[in-house]
């Protein structure tokens, strides 16, 4: 009995022989999901081109596709969850596939009802092209989660930071269904697996939990965050860092300002030596050799203004900025 049926397998099998092997491929062939989730049974196949008869090399061509739920084979009028001769197409089942190579199967928000092993089966125009890979994709649906939310830091964050909190469940997981978002049993608007928050503020402090979708019975257990307030230390650092910048800048402004004065004071004081030598008439100097000439201040004071704008501060001259100020007057004078 036993080797009568090894018999026929294997006249089937030399039967075939010469023609290339036809083939279906399921991505993964057991999957887990939460009731709700969009699933995604990817899958390729190859038909078989031709086959021979009588010595006649005869070429094939697949003109039907179709997926069953729970039955080995998906032959004859099997009830299908897709099938590409029917009309009538439930959208909860849709083929992404062709006739070609390409057989994926997506199942939108699936339930516990849809809990199944899937199959393709593929049929050419003759007979000898019709195929069914009896291995499938087992789907389990898991209806009561078990949520939780972890976060991508440690549940201890600094003002101003960015923390995200993500939602999962394990081992099934879910796609594309909605998930809310709770901070201390208050609903939060978001409704996606990841919640993103930041710049922290204190306020963002307390106990976040995500459940599936409106069902609020299926609640993870708390994150706790807690939002540390930015340390005043580092705040005075920050003003004092402020406070010295600005008085660098102030300084370096007064030197330039007294560089400019005692350099046109000097010039003053040489060139009235001059006038003095060769015999001119000259009003008198003030006391620091101050000419009293106005034309000559008008003079003086543009051509400290054009050097104003070439940044020189000389840092020598810091102790004099009591001249500064008196120069100053002196030159509005
Ligand atoms: C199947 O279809 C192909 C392409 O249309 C054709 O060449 C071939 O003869 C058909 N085979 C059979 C057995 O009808
Ligand atoms: C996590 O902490 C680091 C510093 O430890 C911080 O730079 C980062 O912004 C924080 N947030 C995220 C989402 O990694
Ligand atoms: C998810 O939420 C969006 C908008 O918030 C809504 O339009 C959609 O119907 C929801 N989907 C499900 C499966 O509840
Ligand atoms: C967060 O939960 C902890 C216990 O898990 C509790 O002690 C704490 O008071 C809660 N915080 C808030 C803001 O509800």
Same mark, same amino acid.
């Given at each position: 009995?036993?080797?009568?049926?090894?018999?026929?397998?294997?006249?089937?099998?030399?039967?075939?022989?010469?023609?290339?092997?036809r083939?279906?491929?399921?991505?993964?062939?057991?999957?887990?999901?939460?009731?709700?989730?969009?699933?995604?049974?990817?899958?390729?196949f190859?038909?078989?081109? +031709?086959?021979?008869?009588?010595?006649?090399?005869?070429?094939?061509?697949?003109?039907?596709?179709?997926?069953?739920?729970?039955?080995p084979?998906?032959q004859g009028?099997t009830?299908?969850v897709?099938d +590409?001769?029917?009309?009538?197409?439930?959208?909860?089942?849709?083929?992404?596939g062709?006739?070609?190579?390409?057989?994926?199967?997506?199942?939108?928000?699936?339930?516990?009802?849809?809990?199944?092993?899937?199959?393709?089966?593929?049929?050419?125009?003759d007979?000898?092209?019709?195929?069914?890979?009896?291995?499938?994709?087992?789907?389990q649906v898991?209806?009561?989660?078990?949520?939780?939310?972890?976060?991508?830091?440690?549940?201890?964050?600094?003002?101003?930071?960015?923390?995200s909190?993500?939602?999962s469940? =394990?081992?099934?997981?879910?796609h594309?269904v909605?998930?809310?978002?709770?901070?201390?049993?208050?609903?939060l608007?978001?409704?996606?697996?990841?919640?993103?928050?930041?710049?922290?503020?204190?306020?963002?402090s307390g106990?976040?939990?995500?459940?599936?979708?409106?069902?609020?019975? +299926?609640?993870?257990?708390?994150?706790?965050?807690?939002?540390?307030?930015?340390?005043?230390?580092e705040? =005075?650092?920050?003003?004092?860092?402020?406070a010295v910048?600005v008085l660098?800048?102030?300084?370096?402004?007064?030197?330039?300002?007294?560089?400019?004065?005692?350099?046109?004071?000097? +010039?003053?004081? =040489?060139?009235?030596?001059?006038?003095?030598?060769r015999?001119?008439?000259?009003?008198?100097?003030?006391?620091?050799g101050?000419?009293?000439?106005?034309?000559?201040?008008?003079?003086?004071?543009?051509?400290?203004?054009?050097?104003?704008?070439?940044?020189?501060?000389?840092?020598?001259?810091?102790?004099?900025a009591?001249?500064?100020v008196? =120069?100053?007057?002196v030159?509005?004078?």
């Amino acid at each position: 009995m036993q080797v009568q049926q090894l018999m026929i397998v294997w006249s089937f099998k030399l039967l075939l022989a010469g023609a290339q092997d036809r083939t279906i491929t399921y991505l993964f062939t057991r999957t887990c999901a939460v009731e709700g989730s969009t699933v995604l049974l990817p899958c390729s196949f190859t038909p078989l081109k +031709s086959f021979i008869i009588d010595g006649i090399n005869v070429p094939l061509k697949i003109i039907r596709v179709r997926w069953c739920r729970n039955h080995p084979v998906c032959q004859g009028d099997t009830p299908s969850v897709f099938d +590409s001769d029917s009309l009538d197409v439930d959208p909860q089942f849709q083929y992404l596939g062709d006739m070609e190579g390409k057989c994926t199967l997506q199942i939108s928000n699936i339930q516990l009802k849809d809990e199944a092993t899937y199959r393709f089966r593929m049929e050419a125009n003759d007979s000898a092209g019709h195929f069914t890979n009896p291995t499938g994709v087992m789907v389990q649906v898991e209806g009561n989660p078990v949520m939780r939310v972890t976060g991508s830091n440690n549940s201890e964050v600094r003002e101003g930071q960015a923390v995200s909190l993500q939602c999962s469940t =394990s081992p099934c997981s879910f796609h594309r269904v909605n998930i809310s978002w709770f901070r201390d049993d208050h609903a939060l608007p978001e409704a996606g697996p990841t919640l993103h928050l930041g710049p922290l503020t204190a306020k963002d402090s307390g106990n976040y939990s995500c459940a599936l979708g409106t069902r609020t019975q +299926s609640r993870s257990d708390p994150f706790s965050l807690q939002v540390e307030a930015d340390s005043e230390g580092e705040t =005075s650092h920050r003003i004092l860092g402020v406070a010295v910048a600005v008085l660098v800048v102030v300084i370096a402004l007064a030197a330039l300002m007294l560089f400019l004065v005692i350099k046109r004071r000097r +010039s003053a004081v =040489s060139r009235s030596a001059e006038q003095r030598h060769r015999g001119d008439v000259v009003l008198p100097s003030g006391p620091n050799g101050e000419a009293q000439r106005t034309d000559q201040n008008v003079e003086d004071v543009s051509y400290a203004a054009v050097h104003f704008k070439q940044k020189k501060p000389s840092r020598e001259l810091q102790p004099h900025a009591d001249d500064v100020v008196y =120069s100053a007057v002196v030159t509005r004078g």
